[in-house]
């Protein structure tokens, strides 16, 4: 009874401990401006970024999440030509539809397309995104494809309601490791045409 009691304090210190590390880490986060913030949303303007992608016939967020992860979890882990490890920044960007979803991770501002080790794996791409106003609308706990949907709903209303013209698809950037439990951070955003 006292090496259980041991045990399971033990463990229970590990996980806060690990969780305060998680919420004292200090991650490179993709840079935007806000343009204009409201109750419901904010508007947000986004410069280039390099990113390393990869697109999956898939139509959920469960299924993308797992495989696209390792996938470009192992380029930034030494899965390239130059066996380097690179940073992991957030947020992670899901594009989850019903004929092709993509998955990308930021690339450190450091690097661009001409100094990023090139992948392993020839399934991953990278590019430079263009500048892009966008809309976002938070949420936090753990994300899941009705989650997704609710959200992206309600920004689409809110929109609508603003008399703001958007276009593409709604878009899921998720913030936090999956062992993260507490403090989790995700959004959706969508291109709006601004002024």
């Given at each position: 009874m006292k090496i259980t009691f041991i045990i399971l304090a033990a463990f229970?210190?590990?996980?806060?401990?690990?969780?305060?590390?998680f919420a004292m880490a200090k991650t490179e986060t993709q840079a935007y401006r806000i343009i204009k913030t409201?109750?419901?949303?904010?508007?947000?303007?986004?410069?280039?970024?390099?990113?390393?992608?990869?697109?999956?016939?898939?139509?959920t967020y469960k299924e993308l999440s797992s495989f696209g992860f390792?996938?470009?979890?192992?380029?930034?882990?030494g899965g390239n030509q130059s066996n380097k490890s690179i940073a992991m920044t957030s947020p992670v960007?899901?594009?989850?539809?019903?004929s092709k979803s993509s998955m990308s991770f930021v690339m450190p501002?450091?690097?661009?397309?001409?100094?990023?080790?090139?992948?392993?794996?020839?399934?991953?791409?990278?590019?430079?995104?263009?500048?892009?106003?966008?809309a976002a609308v938070q949420f936090g706990g753990y994300a899941n494809?009705?989650?997704?949907?609710?959200?992206?709903?309600?920004l689409e209303r809110t929109l609508k309601a603003n008399g703001i013209d958007y276009f593409g698809n709604f878009r899921f950037l998720g913030y936090n490791a999956p062992?993260?439990?507490?403090?989790r951070k995700n959004e959706i955003i969508v291109s709006v045409r601004w002024k």
């Amino acid at each position: 009874m006292k090496i259980t009691f041991i045990i399971l304090a033990a463990f229970t210190a590990l996980i806060i401990i690990s969780q305060i590390y998680f919420a004292m880490a200090k991650t490179e986060t993709q840079a935007y401006r806000i343009i204009k913030t409201e109750k419901d949303y904010e508007i947000r303007l986004y410069p280039p970024a390099t990113m390393a992608s990869i697109s999956m016939n898939v139509k959920t967020y469960k299924e993308l999440s797992s495989f696209g992860f390792r996938k470009l979890a192992s380029f930034i882990f030494g899965g390239n030509q130059s066996n380097k490890s690179i940073a992991m920044t957030s947020p992670v960007h899901m594009d989850i539809n019903q004929s092709k979803s993509s998955m990308s991770f930021v690339m450190p501002a450091n690097y661009n397309k001409d100094n990023l080790p090139k992948p392993n794996d020839s399934s991953i791409t990278i590019k430079t995104t263009a500048e892009e106003y966008a809309a976002a609308v938070q949420f936090g706990g753990y994300a899941n494809d009705e989650k997704i949907k609710d959200y992206a709903a309600k920004l689409e209303r809110t929109l609508k309601a603003n008399g703001i013209d958007y276009f593409g698809n709604f878009r899921f950037l998720g913030y936090n490791a999956p062992y993260q439990f507490w403090g989790r951070k995700n959004e959706i955003i969508v291109s709006v045409r601004w002024k």
